[in-house]
C-alpha cells in the first residue's frame, strides 16, 4: 500500500482537503500520516 505524509494540513486550505478526501472516500487507497508544523521537534 502506498504511504502518504501530510505537513501542514491543520489550516483552512488543508480542513477543507481533508474533509474533501473523507467524503470521497479517497484515504481508502493509501495509509496517511499526518504532520503539524505547529509541534516543530515534537515526537511524530
Known amino acids: ?3 502518504v505524509g ?3 494540513w491543520r ?3 488543508g ?3 481533508m474533509q474533501r478526501m ?3 472516500n ?3 487507497e ?3 500520516t499526518f504532520f503539524s ?3 516543530t521537534g515534537s515526537a511524530a
Open 37 to 39: 508544523t505547529s509541534q
Open 26 to 28: 479517497d484515504f481508502k
Open 30 to 32: 493509501f495509509d496517511s
Open 11 to 13: 489550516g483552512m486550505v
Open 15 to 17: 480542513s477543507v482537503l
Open 1 to 3: 500500500m502506498i504511504r
Open 22 to 24: 473523507q467524503e470521497e
Open 6 to 8: 501530510f505537513v501542514g
